[in-house]
Structure formats: C-alpha cells, structure tokens
C-alpha cells in the first residue's frame, strides 16, 4: 500500500483577510500533519506580518522554493513572490487581491507538473479582484479556465446536513426563468450523481430537483414545471438516475424533506443556499466538482472586520482540508479498478466432439441387467455439453 501523504496546496488568499489565520490555526494541531503534507502558495514577508498580528513564533513555517521540497510533518511555505507587499488589514486592496491571483496561478501550474494532489483556497473578495486590466470571474472560474478545455465545473456547498447545486448559479434573479432548461438540469444532475458515486462513495446517490415557482401542484403546474423540470426529472429516472421532485422550497426545507436525500439541484442560488446557511450555518465548504483538480474552499470571506485579531473560527477551514483529503482518497478508489481492468484469460471453444463422445444412441442403450451394473460402478453419468450450458 502507498503511504506517502497526500499532498494540500494551500492558497493564502486576499492578504489583507483571515486567509493566512485560517491556514495557521488549522495546522496548529499535529494531528494535521499525520493526514497531509501542506503546501503554503504565498509570500514569507506577509506570512511573518501575519504571525507578528497573531502573536505566532517565527518558526510556525518553513520556506521553500519548489514544491518538490516539501516535507512530511511541517507547514511548508512556498515563496510565490517575494517583493514587498503593503499589508493594510481588515481593508481591500488591489495589492492584497494581486497576491491572492498570483497565489492561484502558480499553484494551478505546479498541478500542471503534478507537483501537489489537492487544492484548498482560503477566501477572497470577489468584488476586488478585477486587477492590471485583468477581469478575474471567481476562483472556480479561473481554474475551469485553466484545466479543462471543455468540461465545466459544478460549485457543491456542503454542510453536515447537505450537499447543494444550484442551476443557474450567480446569476440575476430576473434572468433565471429563461435559463432553466430541461438539458440544464439533466446535465446539472447527471454531474452531481457521478460526483456523488466518485468522489463522496454513495453508491446509489438520492437527488432531489426544487421548483422554480412556489405553486407547482397539479392543479395548477407552472410552465416551467411542466415544461422543463418534470420532463428533465423523468428523463433522468429513466436513465437509472434516483432522482425526485420537483419540490417547493418552503416546504422542503420547513418539513425537513432535505434529510432524505444526498444532493440537493436548486434552481438558484438564493432559493437552496439561503435556507441551507439558515439551518446550518457554520463550517460549510465549497467543493469544485467534475475537474480534475479536486479542489474546496470554506465558506467564509476575508472578514475584513476581524482580520489580525485571532477571532476568525477554523471550522471551516479544517473542514476544506478534510473534504479535499478524503474525496481525493475516494476517487481513487472508485478508479483504480478502471485504471488496469482484467484481460479475458480464457477463449470460449465450441467442441462438438464431446456431445459425440457421451451421447448413447438408443439402439446401444445396456439391457435392464446392465443398467443395474453400470448404477453400481457408475454413480452418475457425466453431463453432456448442452446440459452443462443449461445449467450455467
């Protein structure tokens, strides 16, 4: 069996935020380093500004110029850039939303080389990162653009209680009805199942599929209920896919119905992410399904209102490190029997002869005398081909 640790590429995210506390207060507990190798992707100036604010020793880390250097039972920092940077904290920057891009594209390059195995990003702030003429989208964005020509990516957030997609994504309200279409949800489905069987081990995954209108009763079904959510659902289930709905929001998160299922396809964002942070509100994480970096991010923002204070809470962050780790030991697993499938060791061989050999024509057939003898020293007659097939 291979011990070697999996290997976490760690973004320090906007520079200015919690990025580097999160990452510091998640590895403060040695057990940590018995599931992982860390690899900070950062800078060893704004890391030791990071550690002075906290108060941390000077050896919390070590500095390391290539990835191949990491060692097994430390927290390695890898220096991505070493100029000076202006730390300003709890206030956005372009230099702070300049070093979270830097962080990324190195680290998606050294995945490239196969440097590390998985990937966790500590926040940034989606609304500053546009910089130098470049418009950033977001992360996940970034790294579908970066690593997969033509598969897109699907944004899970997880909680204790959840797994949830939602169909159009960030995406204006008003612009959401046209966008729901029966290939949408069948595409977005279909890749929640597969990840759900590949990366979390769920055999038989349940799916649930939420309406986009309030009112989707029989009575009275709304066209995009009729027209594109029920047909895309049976399409799925006659592909073998258990899925079920459509569901009104209200009612399925008000009577508890999400517990009944393993991934959860909402319309939009607002209508499955808001109840879900409602019911579960702390330590949820972002996981970036169907590429082939895995790769997940906690919940959470820079907080610039408490960055370089040491009140940021780590759940979420251990709980990205912890996904990322097992789902990368899951596909694994779910592929290693495809990666080197058996070969055919036999070649099936038709030979009439043996019908030949122990058929008994009638005329030959023994007299009652030696059938009776033949009873005594043949117990049991040996099986012609055809019965042998018959009975496999």
Do not use: W
Request: some cysteine; glycine content about 6%; aromatic content about 8%.
């Amino acid at each position: 069996m291979d011990n070697k640790k999996i290997r976490v590429a760690l973004t320090h995210g906007d520079t200015n935020g919690i990025g580097y506390e999160l990452i510091f207060k998640a590895f403060s507990t040695p057990a940590m380093f018995d599931i992982c190798t860390p690899i900070i992707y950062g800078s060893p100036k704004i890391a030791s500004y990071h550690c002075d604010a906290l108060g941390l020793s000077g050896n919390t880390f070590s500095i390391i110029s290539q990835a191949s250097e990491a060692k097994d039972g430390r927290l390695n920092l890898l220096t991505v850039f070493d100029e000076d940077v202006k730390v300003d904290l709890g206030m956005p920057s372009q230099d702070a939303s300049r070093a979270a891009i830097k962080s990324l594209d190195r680290a998606i390059t050294d995945f490239k080389d196969g440097l590390f195995d998985v990937l966790v990003m500590a926040p940034v702030d989606k609304e500053n990162m546009h910089v130098d003429g470049f418009d950033f989208p977001c992360n996940e964005k970034f790294i579908e653009s970066c690593i997969s020509k033509d598969k897109k990516g699907l944004d899970i957030l997880i909680s204790e209680q959840m797994r949830m997609a939602t169909l159009t994504g960030d995406m204006a309200l008003r612009d959401v009805p046209d966008a729901v279409t029966a290939e949408g949800i069948v595409d977005k489905v279909a890749q929640l199942y597969a990840t759900l069987r590949r990366d979390f081990s769920i055999e038989a995954p349940r799916i649930a599929v939420l309406s986009l209108n309030p009112d989707d009763s029989e009575a009275h079904p709304e066209e995009e209920e009729q027209d594109r959510v029920v047909p895309a659902i049976q399409k799925l289930s006659d592909a073998g896919v258990c899925v079920f709905g459509p569901y009104q929001s209200e009612q399925f998160f008000g009577e508890g119905y999400f517990t009944a299922f393993d991934g959860i396809l909402a319309m939009y964002k607002d209508q499955g992410v808001a109840p879900m942070k409602a019911l579960c509100p702390d330590g949820n994480v972002h996981y970036l399904a169907g590429l082939p970096l895995i790769s997940t991010s906690p919940d959470m923002s820079p907080r610039y209102d408490i960055a370089g204070q040491g009140k940021a809470d780590v759940t979420a962050m251990r709980n990205a490190v912890y996904l990322a780790v097992d789902c990368f030991r899951r596909r694994n697993g779910f592929d290693a029997p495809y990666a080197n499938p058996l070969q055919k060791i036999y070649k099936e061989k038709k030979d009439e002869s043996e019908k030949v050999r122990f058929s008994i024509p009638k005329k030959h057939a023994p007299q009652n005398g030696q059938q009776g003898l033949r009873q005594k020293t043949t117990p049991k007659a040996p099986q012609t081909s055809a019965q042998k097939e018959s009975d496999q």
